[in-house]
């Protein structure tokens, strides 16, 4: 019976943004293939992916009568209607990237979107596996009142043998998508946990 009453629940809404724009990006690769898993074998959970590419540059004055750029309102209302997020964080210069810190920035104006929703950050890339992008995506995220799940942890070392992800930047590891799946059912857990303290 318990089981029954958890299916009645809708299924809880993840937007997912990437740091980087490439198309070919192995962290855009990360979330398509986490859509994937969610589609195939996690239920009551939906990925969404949000682009932030069309976002204009961070600029107060393109904020009118108390209204953001459309494309800005756009996002906005995407990140607000999530439960919960999922960040695929590349790691440039021992940060995570321009295009997602201005797209964190935007839905960080008043009121603040992200405020008192569960994360969780996955990455792709050399050395550290973007390990520093997503620390320090946690620091900010103190501010933004973000609660990051603590564990599993994915750093993905992309350019080491075997070979993690094909020339399209799709996820081809069968022991990454395992580690991926982890991480989703821990996020999935902890939001259902927060919302069940509501």
């Known amino acids: 019976m318990e089981g029954a009453g ?28 986490a859509i994937q898993l969610c589609d195939e074998s996690i239920e009551g959970m939906k990925i969404e992916y949000v682009d932030i590419a ?28 999530a439960d919960a997020f999922l960040f695929a964080s590349p790691e440039y210069n021992y940060s995570f990237t321009g295009p997602l810190k201005n797209a964190i920035d935007w839905a960080s104006r008043a009121p603040n979107a992200w405020a008192d929703k569960p994360a969780a950050i996955v990455s792709a890339g050399g050395n550290f596996g973007g390990g520093r992008s997503q620390y320090h995506l946690r620091q900010v995220g103190v501010f933004l009142d973000l609660h990051f799940i ?3 942890e994915l750093f993905v070392h992309a350019f080491q043998p075997p070979s993690k992800f094909d020339s399209d930047g799709n996820l081809i590891d069968p022991e990454i998508r395992e580690r991926l799946k982890q991480v989703l059912l821990s996020l999935q857990a902890f939001t259902l946990r927060l919302q069940n303290k509501c």
């Open 150 to 152: 603590n564990k599993p």
């Open 54 to 81: 069309p976002l204009p540059f961070l600029n107060t004055d393109l904020e009118v009568d108390g209204k953001f750029p459309v494309p800005v309102e756009a996002f906005r209302r995407r990140i607000r209607g």
């Open 6 to 33: 958890l299916a009645m629940k809708p299924a809880i809404k993840v937007a997912a943004l990437c740091g980087s724009l490439r198309r070919a990006s192995s962290n855009r690769g990360l979330i398509r293939s």
